[in-house]
């Protein structure tokens, strides 16, 4: 059985990891320019998380090389990488048997199209799922346990992934057939976690952080719903459960984005800082402008749109939230 993992960013290589038991044959794809000298060398990373791969782990740059003879394939790339690299994947062609399980949570802008419709718009024919849930990479390379969702509209493919990626007492692995609302709880989550660092650095204290949590929650399930989600899955792995995770760590990034605006550190220079993606930046702009088509209410995301994009300072921010007209829970 063979593993290809494409991506070899913080995620990709603790995915690669992880699943080390699980495959004879495991393959870390990504271009050239990203593939550092000592992964290539020495199978291992320093920053941002030192990561160690196994000796058997192959790295390459070779798209060809690392799909020939993968059952699973992992895309486990930021959210404007996904289109050109399926691009790619389409002149290279993917087997009937072989499945594609995106790792990625945002929606491209500016077409507003989850992942699995950007991927499934180049490669129709593919066997696909997503996981997603509350996979904080640190935690995972530390030992710690969690849970997360593998979802695909066809159960069987679902299943098929479920069993291969399962990793007894380490990564529990659930199934679900609402693509749509693992996706956009994956996606979406990003945002409120941006939300909560920013209350956090600003001291407003943990009653104010739960209130944006529950009310960031509710602006997740108003836009997934309308977008054809079940509610119920909003408040499952992908949603609520990886909500509560990266809203709460200081190992997420978004959070950390949240927190740095708060100290009123410009956005450009946070996200160099970081080094790494933060999905949860381009998502607050994706979000408002799905809620402005579907003429629905989201302050709290639209606030951190707003604490990202504009001039606005964190304290007009709070005033803006704290005085909006008063209305009835929803």
Same mark, same amino acid.
């Given at each position: 059985?063979?593993?290809? =993992?494409?991506?070899?960013?913080?995620?990709?290589?603790? !995915?690669?990891?992880?699943?080390?038991?699980?495959?004879?044959?495991?393959?870390?794809?990504?271009?050239?320019?990203?593939?550092?000298? !000592?992964?290539?060398?020495?199978? %291992?990373?320093?920053?941002?998380? /030192?990561?160690?791969?196994?000796?058997?782990?192959?790295?390459?740059?070779?798209?060809?090389?690392?799909? /020939?003879?993968?059952?699973?394939?992992?895309?486990?790339?930021?959210?404007?990488?996904?289109?050109? #690299?399926?691009?790619?994947? @389409? /002149?290279?062609?993917?087997?009937?048997?072989?499945?594609?399980?995106?790792?990625?949570?945002?929606?491209?802008?500016?077409?507003?199209?989850?992942?699995?419709?950007?991927?499934?718009?180049?490669?129709?024919?593919? @066997?696909?799922?997503?996981?997603?849930?509350?996979?904080?990479? %640190?935690?995972?390379? $530390?030992?710690?346990?969690?849970?997360?969702?593998?979802?695909?509209?066809?159960?069987?493919?679902?299943?098929?992934?479920?069993?291969?990626?399962?990793?007894?007492?380490?990564?529990?692995?659930?199934?679900?057939?609402?693509?749509?609302?693992?996706?956009?709880?994956?996606?979406?989550?990003?945002?409120?976690?941006?939300?909560?660092?920013?209350?956090?650095?600003?001291?407003?204290?943990?009653?104010?952080?739960?209130?944006?949590?529950?009310?960031?929650?509710?602006?997740? #399930?108003?836009?997934?719903?309308?977008?054809?989600?079940?509610a119920q899955t909003l408040y499952g792995l992908s949603g609520m459960g990886d909500l509560?995770?990266?809203?709460?760590?200081?190992?997420?990034?978004?959070?950390?984005?949240?927190?740095?605006?708060?100290?009123? /550190?410009?956005?450009?220079?946070?996200?160099?800082?970081?080094?790494? #993606?933060?999905?949860?930046?381009?998502?607050?702009?994706?979000?408002? $402008?799905?809620?402005?088509?579907?003429?629905?209410? =989201?302050?709290?995301?639209?606030?951190?749109? $707003?604490?990202?994009?504009?001039?606005?300072?964190p304290k007009e921010i709070l005033e803006k939230l704290m005085n909006r007209k008063l @209305?009835?829970?929803?």
């Amino acid at each position: 059985m063979k593993l290809t =993992v494409l991506g070899p960013g913080c995620w990709g290589l603790t !995915s690669a990891k992880l699943l080390n038991d699980n495959f004879e044959d495991i393959c870390v794809w990504g271009r050239k320019e990203d593939l550092p000298q !000592s992964l290539i060398e020495e199978k %291992r990373i320093e920053k941002p998380l /030192k990561i160690q791969l196994d000796k058997k782990v192959q790295i390459t740059s070779d798209l060809n090389l690392a799909l /020939k003879d993968a059952q699973i394939i992992l895309l486990v790339v930021a959210t404007v990488g996904i289109r050109p #690299v399926c691009e790619q994947i @389409k /002149k290279i062609g993917l087997k009937q048997d072989q499945i594609l399980i995106n790792l990625a949570k945002g929606i491209e802008l500016p077409s507003l199209k989850r992942m699995s419709e950007v991927i499934l718009e180049i490669l129709p024919d593919i @066997k696909f799922a997503t996981l997603s849930g509350p996979t904080l990479a %640190r935690e995972i390379i $530390e030992g710690h346990p969690t849970l997360a969702t593998i979802a695909s509209s066809d159960i069987e493919t679902a299943k098929q992934a479920q069993k291969l990626l399962n990793v007894p007492s380490l990564f529990r692995l659930y199934t679900n057939t609402d693509l749509i609302g693992v996706e956009l709880g994956g996606s979406l989550k990003n945002v409120i976690a941006i939300a909560s660092g920013f209350a956090s650095a600003m001291n407003l204290g943990d009653n104010l952080k739960g209130s944006l949590l529950t009310r960031g929650m509710a602006e997740m #399930v108003r836009v997934a719903t309308a977008l054809g989600a079940q509610a119920q899955t909003l408040y499952g792995l992908s949603g609520m459960g990886d909500l509560i995770a990266t809203a709460s760590s200081p190992y997420s990034r978004n959070y950390t984005v949240g927190a740095m605006l708060a100290q009123g /550190k410009k956005i450009d220079d946070i996200l160099s800082s970081l080094g790494s #993606v933060a999905e949860g930046v381009k998502t607050s702009k994706a979000l408002c $402008e799905l809620a402005d088509k579907l003429n629905i209410e =989201v302050p709290v995301s639209r606030a951190i749109y $707003e604490a990202v994009y504009t001039d606005i300072t964190p304290k007009e921010i709070l005033e803006k939230l704290m005085n909006r007209k008063l @209305k009835h829970e929803d």
